[in-house]
């Protein structure tokens, strides 16, 4: 049975082992906005699980928290069209996030569910 996107439901991964977790998966995208992390539960729950991370690299505290919030918001309208249930994802935000148009940010969200979702090459 397929589920439409708004039957989908999201749970935030906010545990270091959740991170962990879908890091040792190595299934990544990396794309102009951010790298997407992602892997297969396989606990047979439908939920999508995200996770957001921003390191010191990409700048202080107010610029980490907007591409985090950006991130947040591209997720948001990028898993209802294309999110996997039952998968575990973290968005990294890269130092071009807070400054690129938010509709490339969610079309850059989406195309990496896209190549996390065929596996690897």
């Known amino acids: 049975m397929s589920q439409t996107p708004a039957t989908i439901a999201t749970r935030r ?26 892997r297969p539960r396989g606990d047979g729950a439908s939920a999508i699980g995200i996770g957001f991370t921003a390191t010191r690299k990409i700048g202080g505290a107010v610029v980490r928290n907007r591409a985090r919030r950006r991130l947040r918001e591209a997720a948001r309208a990028a898993l209802a069209a294309k ?4 998968w575990d994802y973290v968005a990294i935000a890269r130092g071009e996030t807070g400054a690129r148009p938010f509709a490339e ?4 969200f989406e ?3 896209a190549k996390l ?3 690897p090459a």
């Open 13 to 38: 991964l906010k545990q270091r082992a959740e991170f962990l977790a879908v890091a040792d998966a190595r299934r990544k995208c990396a794309v102009h906005g951010l790298v997407l992390q992602g």
């Open 83 to 86: 999110g996997q249930a039952g």
């Open 105 to 108: 940010l969610v079309s850059d």
């Open 111 to 113: 195309r990496a569910l």
């Open 117 to 119: 979702a065929k596996g």
